[in-house]
């Protein structure tokens, strides 16, 4: 069956490969960003979401820059809270289901093992604090719902400015030494691979909560290193403490996921992370 998809974030390095996947598959799909809908006016995105009539909403657009959340919290409040709300009612009033992008960063601290649905959230930082708040506003105003809870997205071509490949890339060129913090540990996630696990989700017709990561934890020395090497450049990676790297958000020590209810109900098409890496790699810089 084909799809009318409604794409919010369409611009970013997951909206673009979400509307890739869903092209190639055949589905009809309908991009916004932040120049063509104003997600805190209701009225606006009520007549836009009725105009198309989706059968689906993904919500990919987010105030995502941590650091200037907690600078301006009204702003992260309004785009991150309010317009996921304004997305949940009309997208319930028009019986579509929606689909919201949330964040590993939810979990906040209290585990050195990776997170599953089942653990307790407790978000330590503005911009955590407002995308759990928007996972609230979508189950309580619209039932048929999946929540997305993704890990460090990477992917997007060399010109997405938060295209963390080609920003590490761009540093080792200008320097034969990069350091990068060995006490901060995640899940590096591929775009691609998460935008063809969201539309297997939606192909099963399921609701509910799912991490939705690369399999495999990794430090962002780890994770640099690994960039470097597949980019077969020559500079040399120092781990080093976060300490180095002084932020305005807490960010959490641990936010490396597993996909424990996409395991359980079999719908896991998440590879490992490096060969989810070496595949971005390949495509966007030596094909």
């Known amino acids: ?125 503005y911009h955590h604090i407002t995308k759990l708040e928007g996972e609230k506003m979508v189950q309580k105003h619209n039932p048929n719902n999946i929540i997305i809870r993704p890990g460090w997205l990477f992917g997007g071509t060399t010109t997405h400015k938060k295209n963390f490949v080609e920003a590490r890339r761009k540093e080792a060129l200008n320097s034969l030494l990069l350091r990068s913090a060995a006490d901060k540990v995640g899940s590096p996630t591929y775009t691609a691979d998460l935008a063809r696990q969201i539309i297997h989700l939606l192909n099963q017709g399921v609701t509910g909560v799912y991490n939705a990561v690369n399999e495999g934890c990794a430090s962002r020395y780890d994770y640099v290193s690994e960039i470097i090497k597949q980019l077969n450049l020559n500079s040399k990676v120092e781990p080093v403490s976060s300490n180095e790297f002084p932020r305005k958000a807490n960010m959490p020590d641990n936010e490396c996921l597993q996909n424990y209810n996409l395991n359980e109900k079999q719908f896991n098409q998440m590879r490992n992370w490096q060969d989810a890496l070496q595949d971005y790699i390949n495509t966007t810089y030596k094909s």
């Open 1 to 125: 069956m084909t799809m009318k998809v409604f794409l919010t974030g369409v611009s970013g390095i997951l909206g673009t490969d979400i509307c890739h996947q869903l092209m190639l598959a055949n589905h009809d799909v309908l991009g916004f960003n932040s120049q063509n809908i104003a997600l805190a006016d209701y009225h606006d995105v009520e007549a836009k979401v009725n105009a198309f009539q989706p059968h689906v909403v993904i919500h990919c657009a987010a105030m995502t820059n941590v650091d200037l959340c907690e600078d301006d919290k009204e702003t992260a409040y309004t785009i991150n809270v309010t317009g996921t709300q304004n997305l949940a009612v009309a997208t319930q009033h028009i019986n579509a289901k929606l689909v919201y992008i949330s964040s590993c960063g939810v979990y906040g601290n209290g585990k050195t093992t990776p997170y599953t649905e089942q653990d307790a959230t407790n978000p330590q930082t």
